[in-house]
């Protein structure tokens, strides 16, 4: 063990060949300068379980256990020192142990109330979902938005991918899932195809207009309109890509790679024969090689994620059917990858995505790992019911041994930054149950979390979206390790962010505007993203909703949320009518809930005085928002409430009592665009079908009033 010694009181010991010992130490460095001087010598001891001496280990309960990422914190007194030991199953578990201990340093200025505890992980692995934009030639399914768009030069940024996993594992997260519809020409060079191996960074200059499926993504028209923005050979790129995996590993991060399928994006005017027909022999080839290339070229990718769509036939003769077709290229990539290298470790997820579990046992029976399944758990709103419905009948159908992962999908927040660790405890806790489960990985579909292009103030360079939302991902990845950690963490590491705040208060209110979200959705429920974009009452643009906004006719007809326990608008007014009881969260709790939340954030927000500091600014900022946009959903569901009884009775005083709620959420929505707008840029969002402007919207929101004016029985 060798000894870094940053203050004269304190010597901290750890193996400095272990690159993430040498960040944990730096970690507990940098609280340990703000700490008050001790009168003790204390050792900071970092080390593994297998580490420790037989006489040290002795010194444990015979019942104590740690399992993988598990750590151990105990003070021991030595010869006059005092000696804390930071232990872990394995370096993960002594990197996340020395965050912990740094936490605590920083909340007690002090080493003397440094707390003895026993943790293990209660998700095995705690994910990203990163949809991401490699070049406008092989696009994510995302990329027909602004944010992917300017992305694509951050993906190339070692420094981006440094500061990302880095924040990554302070939160203890594990794993990042990297999602691109056809990668390879982006990352590899393929035997037998190496034509098909890109050369420099292309960004389009045009607006990518695609359907839903990805289809269109990358066409004559986006790619007669590129740019070079970035000059870098395959070799270098293969290069960069072992980099970020190796910082990664450092970081106790393993990372996959998803596809979709079959798509050839990059391919284009290739002279092998390519193509998207899923009868074709030369792309099944293709496509086996360029699997088998990734891992050899990649030792420390961990494993590849598939699905059974989006652009597959489904119809095709049989040998050659969805299921089959990916045995033949990624299921016998695998088979001959592991004839190569047969002590390679290697995830392989198929998600139970347009397909059935028993098509994929069969189709999958001879490969010679075992599969791990994947499945969208809250469709794309995990900002909703803490227990959503979809997935009941798959987990309950899991055989012994067969485990999945959850697919979580944030479409809510693109631009406001959440915190209710209250929700995020109650959606973790209700989770399959870790016999069937092996984890998640969280993220959306209609924005990237990589840099944020969005602020009308922006950062030099412009912030990360996973420094911007630093206390949602703190959340999630923190209560997904620790399930008990106490809502105290929480507020303090508000203080610790912005100790000019009485932190509680600011904890609240925060806390209070993010529940609004979750509970809109739990009344007002589309399960996909382009079907609903709660930031702006807006969907893409289609037949229910021709303009994108949802109007007041799509606000009375709405369902809520499956697991919810909510009462619809409709069937609430029936009940009323027909004088039967119900059960579960009616309508009118739902408004006088957001009311109340409403009130407490902006409540607050109007008690500060002017802020020197930007992110508290922009912080109160968002909390404002929130608290503006829940005063106008509540206008609308009484509005939409009062409709419902007048479309039923014809009763007048209804029709007016409707109008009323309109004008007063019309009022609300003008001081609520013009918040945000003050803040945040319009964007053209994937799957959107354009931009999304909550100021021009204001239209589609006093059109309301004029159609229930307009409305005869």
Same mark, same amino acid.
Request: aromatic fraction near 12%; glycine fraction near 6%.
């Given at each position: 063990?060798?000894?870094?010694?940053?203050?004269?009181?304190?010597?901290?010991?750890?193996?400095?060949?272990?690159?993430?010992?040498?960040?944990?130490?730096?970690?507990?460095?940098?609280?340990?300068?703000?700490?008050?001087?001790?009168?003790?010598?204390?050792?900071?001891?970092?080390?593994?379980?297998?580490?420790?001496?037989?006489?040290?280990?002795?010194?444990?309960?015979?019942?104590?256990?740690?399992?993988?990422?598990?750590?151990?914190?105990?003070?021991?007194?030595?010869?006059?020192?005092?000696?804390?030991?930071?232990?872990?199953?394995?370096?993960?578990?002594?990197?996340?142990?020395?965050?912990?201990?740094?936490?605590?340093?920083?909340?007690?200025?002090?080493?003397?109330?440094?707390?003895?505890?026993?943790?293990?992980?209660?998700?095995?692995?705690?994910?990203?979902?990163?949809?991401?934009?490699?070049?406008?030639?092989?696009?994510?399914?995302?990329?027909?938005?602004?944010?992917?768009?300017?992305?694509?030069?951050?993906?190339?940024?070692?420094?981006?991918?440094?500061?990302?996993?880095?924040?990554?594992?302070?939160?203890?997260?594990?794993?990042?899932?990297?999602?691109?519809?056809?990668?390879?020409?982006?990352?590899?060079?393929?035997?037998?195809?190496?034509?098909?191996?890109?050369?420099?960074?292309?960004?389009?200059?045009?607006?990518?207009?695609?359907?839903?499926?990805?289809?269109?993504?990358?066409?004559?028209?986006?790619?007669?309109?590129?740019?070079?923005?970035?000059?870098?050979?395959?070799?270098?790129?293969?290069?960069?890509?072992?980099?970020?995996?190796?910082?990664?590993?450092?970081?106790?991060?393993?990372?996959?790679?998803?596809?979709?399928?079959?798509?050839?994006?990059?391919?284009?005017?290739?002279?092998?024969?390519?193509?998207?027909?899923?009868?074709?022999?030369?792309?099944?080839?293709?496509?086996?090689?360029?699997?088998?290339?990734?891992?050899?070229?990649?030792?420390?990718?961990?494993?590849?994620?598939?699905?059974?769509?989006?652009?597959?036939?489904?119809?095709?003769?049989?040998?050659?059917?969805?299921?089959?077709?990916?045995?033949?290229?990624?299921?016998?990539?695998?088979?001959?990858?592991?004839?190569?290298?047969?002590?390679?470790?290697?995830?392989?997820?198929?998600?139970?995505?347009?397909?059935?579990?028993?098509?994929?046992?069969?189709?999958?029976?001879?490969?010679?790992?075992?599969?791990?399944?994947?499945?969208?758990?809250?469709?794309?709103?995990?900002?909703?019911?803490?227990?959503?419905?979809?997935?009941?009948?798959?987990?309950?159908?899991?055989?012994?041994?067969?485990?999945?992962?959850?697919?979580?999908?944030?479409?809510?927040?693109?631009?406001?930054?959440?915190?209710?660790?209250?929700?995020?405890?109650?959606?973790?806790?209700?989770?399959?149950?870790?016999?069937?489960?092996?984890?998640?990985?969280?993220?959306?579909?209609?924005?990237?979390?990589?840099?944020?292009?969005?602020?009308?103030?922006?950062?030099?360079?412009?912030?990360?979206?996973?420094?911007?939302?630093?206390?949602?991902?703190?959340?999630?990845?923190?209560?997904?390790?620790?399930?008990?950690?106490?809502?105290?963490?929480?507020?303090?590491?508000?203080?610790?962010?912005?100790?000019?705040?009485?932190?509680?208060?600011?904890?609240?209110?925060?806390?209070?505007?993010?529940?609004?979200?979750?509970?809109?959705?739990?009344?007002?429920?589309?399960?996909?993203?382009?079907?609903?974009?709660?930031?702006?009452?807006?969907?893409?643009?289609?037949?229910?909703?021709?303009?994108?906004?949802?109007?007041?006719?799509?606000?009375? !007809?709405?369902?809520?949320?499956?697991?919810? +326990?909510? *009462?619809?608008? =409709?069937?609430?007014? %029936? /009940?009323?009518? @027909?004088?039967?009881?119900?059960?579960?969260?009616?309508?009118?709790?739902?408004?006088?809930?957001?009311?109340?939340?409403?009130?407490?954030?902006?409540?607050?927000?109007?008690?500060?005085?002017?802020?020197?500091?930007?992110?508290?600014?922009?912080?109160?900022?968002?909390?404002?928002?929130?608290?503006?946009?829940?005063?106008?959903?509540?206008?609308?569901?009484?509005?939409?409430?009062?409709?419902?009884?007048?479309?039923?009775?014809?009763?007048?005083?209804?029709?007016?009592?409707?109008?009323?709620?309109?004008?007063?959420?019309?009022?609300?929505?003008?001081?609520?665009?013009?918040?945000?707008?003050?803040?945040? !840029?319009?964007?053209?969002?994937?799957?959107? +079908?354009? *931009?999304?402007? =909550?100021?021009?919207? %204001? /239209?589609?929101? @006093?059109?309301?009033?004029?159609?229930?004016?307009?409305?005869?029985?």
């Amino acid at each position: 063990m060798n000894k870094d010694h940053c203050d004269p009181a304190v010597t901290i010991e750890f193996d400095q060949y272990v690159d993430q010992l040498c960040y944990t130490a730096k970690i507990l460095e940098e609280a340990l300068q703000k700490c008050k001087k001790e009168d003790d010598h204390y050792i900071i001891r970092l080390a593994t379980w297998d580490q420790l001496e037989s006489n040290q280990r002795s010194q444990y309960p015979r019942d104590f256990s740690l399992v993988r990422e598990g750590y151990l914190v105990s003070r021991i007194e030595n010869h006059g020192n005092t000696e804390i030991r930071i232990i872990g199953a394995d370096t993960t578990g002594v990197m996340y142990g020395g965050f912990d201990v740094a936490f605590q340093i920083r909340q007690e200025r002090s080493l003397a109330g440094i707390s003895e505890v026993v943790r293990n992980p209660h998700i095995q692995k705690r994910g990203i979902k990163f949809n991401i934009p490699l070049d406008a030639r092989t696009p994510s399914y995302s990329d027909a938005g602004d944010a992917a768009n300017k992305n694509i030069i951050n993906m190339w940024d070692l420094g981006f991918w440094r500061e990302f996993l880095d924040e990554m594992a302070l939160n203890k997260y594990n794993t990042l899932s990297l999602w691109n519809l056809h990668p390879f020409p982006s990352l590899v060079r393929v035997p037998d195809y190496p034509d098909i191996a890109l050369d420099d960074i292309m960004q389009t200059t045009v607006v990518v207009e695609s359907d839903v499926q990805g289809r269109q993504m990358s066409n004559p028209h986006t790619l007669a309109n590129l740019k070079v923005i970035k000059q870098m050979s395959i070799d270098e790129k293969i290069a960069f890509w072992n980099q970020v995996m190796t910082h990664a590993d450092n970081r106790g991060i393993e990372v996959l790679v998803f596809t979709w399928n079959i798509f050839t994006y990059g391919t284009e005017g290739n002279n092998y024969g390519i193509t998207c027909d899923q009868t074709n022999d030369i792309t099944i080839d293709y496509f086996r090689k360029s699997v088998i290339a990734l891992f050899e070229t990649y030792p420390l990718l961990a494993g590849i994620g598939i699905t059974a769509g989006e652009n597959m036939a489904g119809d095709v003769d049989q040998s050659y059917a969805d299921e089959p077709w990916l045995m033949k290229t990624y299921g016998q990539a695998i088979c001959d990858l592991l004839e190569r290298q047969p002590t390679r470790k290697i995830r392989f997820i198929h998600r139970a995505h347009q397909t059935a579990k028993d098509t994929i046992n069969t189709a999958f029976s001879q490969l010679p790992i075992p599969i791990e399944y994947s499945f969208k758990y809250s469709q794309a709103h995990m900002y909703g019911s803490v227990k959503p419905s979809f997935g009941d009948s798959f987990f309950a159908g899991l055989k012994p041994g067969e485990k999945t992962w959850l697919t979580v999908r944030n479409d809510d927040f693109y631009m406001y930054r959440w915190a209710d660790p209250e929700f995020a405890r109650s959606y973790i806790a209700n989770m399959p149950t870790n016999d069937r489960l092996i984890g998640f990985y969280m993220g959306p579909d209609g924005y990237i979390w990589g840099r944020e292009y969005i602020s009308t103030e922006p950062d030099i360079p412009r912030q990360q979206v996973i420094k911007k939302m630093w206390l949602m991902f703190a959340i999630w990845g923190r209560l997904a390790y620790s399930h008990d950690l106490p809502e105290d963490t929480f507020i303090t590491l508000v203080s610790q962010r912005f100790p000019s705040e009485d932190s509680r208060l600011l904890y609240n209110a925060w806390q209070a505007a993010s529940k609004i979200i979750p509970l809109v959705n739990c009344l007002h429920w589309h399960n996909l993203d382009l079907q609903w974009y709660p930031e702006a009452c807006y969907s893409r643009p289609r037949d229910r909703c021709p303009l994108g906004f949802h109007d007041i006719h799509n606000f009375v !007809q709405s369902p809520t949320a499956p697991g919810s +326990d909510h *009462v619809s608008i =409709l069937d609430y007014v %029936q /009940a009323i009518l @027909d004088r039967r009881e119900m059960q579960g969260v009616t309508p009118l709790e739902v408004i006088a809930t957001l009311e109340q939340y409403s009130s407490q954030a902006l409540t607050y927000c109007e008690s500060t005085q002017p802020q020197p500091s930007k992110e508290l600014r922009h912080t109160l900022g968002d909390i404002r928002c929130m608290g503006y946009l829940g005063q106008y959903y509540q206008q609308k569901f009484q509005a939409a409430l009062e409709f419902a009884f007048y479309q039923k009775t014809g009763d007048q005083t209804r029709k007016k009592n409707a109008i009323a709620n309109l004008e007063r959420a019309a009022k609300h929505w003008r001081v609520y665009s013009i918040a945000s707008k003050s803040m945040y !840029q319009p964007q053209h969002l994937t799957r959107m +079908d354009g *931009v999304v402007d =909550l100021e021009a919207l %204001q /239209a589609h929101v @006093d059109n309301d009033i004029k159609m229930i004016h307009e409305f005869f029985v």
